[in-house]
């Protein structure tokens, strides 16, 4: 089992920056993916980026590709997503997910979820 805790979410306004964090438990961290997924208000959840467990492979979403920057931290098991020149559009709930394979670019690829973050971009 691994649980995922997200935080660092908030209220900015365009052309700002957040840093998310996603905390996981359990020893096994090292040897998962990890992706960041967003759902903003009457969409589906969408992929927004994903890191193989080494970090050797990171892959983006068009839509924040230059924007975003995932990393992780192993010794701290803990994944972050940078996101600068944040724009409305942006707005939405983060989710950290784990997946044992991967990084997937789809969410039934993952394994597990944490609760997410809300993230809102004011215009």
């Known amino acids: 089992q691994v649980q995922l805790v997200e935080s660092g979410g908030g209220l900015v306004q365009a052309g700002g920056s957040l840093r998310l964090s996603c905390v996981a438990s359990g020893r096994t961290f090292s040897t998962y993916a990890m992706g960041w997924f967003r759902q903003a208000p009457g969409k589906e959840r969408e992929f927004v980026g994903g890191?193989?467990?080494?970090?050797?492979?990171?892959n983006y979403a068009d839509s924040v590709r230059g924007r975003f920057t995932i990393s992780r931290d192993n010794a701290k098991n803990t994944v972050y997503l940078q996101m600068n020149s944040l724009k409305p559009e942006d707005t939405a709930v983060y989710y950290c997910?784990?997946?044992?394979?991967?990084?997937?670019?789809?969410?039934?690829?993952?394994?597990?979820w944490g609760q997410g973050t809300q993230v809102t971009v004011s215009s």
């Open positions: 890191i193989s467990w080494g970090g050797g492979t990171i």
């Open positions: 997910a784990a997946d044992k394979l991967g990084p997937g670019f789809r969410d039934r690829e993952y394994d597990y």
